[in-house]
């Protein structure tokens, strides 16, 4: 049917995806259609700031969403999870003590509204130093073990070895265009590399992609080749214990839970650059944070400035994941 649509490159198209499902633009019964060189994602109205053309699209097949199919009782339906995390071809979900008898109809029932899924695991949460998910497949076969594609980027990971979140995508896209062909980076707490290999793939840097969990870097490896990517040291070891020796115009930290207690190691190693410190706060505290920062950089010889807070997602009830850009120098330059 004949409808409107934004054409793009290929290679732009996927954070023109993400951009126009921010802001609820796509047309969702409509397919996105293949010209060439060009996709043309159909789209719902006006969208400020792109041109739009005209397309014959085809019409999507109706499939139903799980919670309409999933085979449990009435008075139960309302607490089936309304999101779910999807890496690769594995459907991560988090399932209500309510709902615990019914997981193996909750995965059946995602696997028949996804068919692009092959295994559904239950969440039993993100563990331990080295961040991994505890998983029980409840539907479908074979291992958690799958490649995940963000931006065009191939991440292999089983999220019961490595940690990785689908849910960072823009974050790992807009740090890499912040970054400048020639810098020095420190991914501290790299995981299986997704902010290393998204910088990598758009910028001529050198990394050192530090991880203390062995199966983390080991993907990271993996992914590297996986990508053809260059630049990147990956680094099997407690961040700590090395950031000191190394010298950096950028640093990613992003370990939510406990980046406050290597930030004034982490500072030592910036003379004049940039950290992306990443943290999991109540939201009451966020803006606050930063006077706390200030006094870690001082007590190490720094200067810090916020440019930027972003609160990038919700973590729990009055709770963030959030990120501070924060330009740092030493004493010696004037920010
Ligand atoms: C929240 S994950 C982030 C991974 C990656 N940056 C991403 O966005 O997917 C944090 C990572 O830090 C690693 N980690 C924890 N403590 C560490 C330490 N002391 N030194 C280096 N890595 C550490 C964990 O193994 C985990 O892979």
Redo the contacts with the bound molecule.
């Keep these: 049917m004949k409808s409107r649509g934004i054409k793009v490159r290929k290679s732009e198209a996927e954070s023109l995806r993400r951009r126009l499902i921010e802001m609820d633009a796509i047309d969702r019964e409509l397919r996105v259609e293949k010209d060439g060189e060009y996709v043309i994602i159909p789209v719902k109205g006006d969208v400020k700031g792109y041109e739009l053309i005209e397309w014959d699209f085809e019409k999507k097949e109706k499939r139903p969403r799980y919670q309409e199919i999933a085979e449990v009782p009435d008075e139960l339906r309302e607490y089936l999870p309304t999101s779910f995390d999807i890496i690769g071809d594995v459907v991560i979900i988090k399932i209500p003590d309510e709902l615990e008898d019914y997981r193996k109809k909750i995965g059946k029932a995602i696997m028949q509204a996804l068919p692009s899924a092959r295994v559904v695991a239950a969440d039993r949460g993100?563990k331990g130093?080295?961040?991994?998910r505890e998983l029980e497949t409840i539907a479908g076969e074979g291992p958690t073990e799958t490649v995940h594609t963000e931006y065009g980027i191939r991440i292999k990971v089983d999220p019961a070895k490595?940690?990785?979140?689908p849910r960072?995508a823009n974050?790992?896209q807009r740090i890499a265009e912040l970054v400048k062909d020639g810098e020095e980076i420190i991914?501290?707490?790299?995981?299986?590399?997704?902010?290393?290999m998204m910088i990598a793939k758009m910028k001529n840097v050198h990394i050192y992609a530090?991880?203390?969990?062995p199966a983390?870097i080991d993907y990271l490896n993996e992914n590297i080749v996986l990508n053809n990517v260059h630049g990147i040291e990956a680094i099997n070891?407690?961040?700590?214990?090395i950031v000191r020796s190394l010298t950096a115009d950028r640093i990613?930290m992003?370990?939510?839970?406990?980046a406050f207690h290597?930030f004034e190691d982490a500072v030592t190693a910036v003379d004049d650059g940039w950290i992306h410190y990443?943290e999991i706060i109540e939201d009451a505290r966020a803006k606050e944070r930063i006077e706390d920062l200030k006094e870690l950089a001082e007590s190490a010889g720094k200067k810090i400035r916020l440019e930027r807070l972003i609160r990038i997602r919700n973590y729990a009830p009055g709770m963030g994941h959030y990120v501070w850009d924060l330009r740092i120098s030493d004493e010696a330059i004037n920010l």
């Design positions: 993100v130093e080295y961040r991994t490595a940690y990785f979140s960072l974050e790992h991914d501290m707490f790299a995981g299986v590399g997704p902010f290393s530090i991880d203390l969990n983390a070891a407690d961040a700590r214990a990613i992003n370990l939510p839970h406990s290597f990443y």
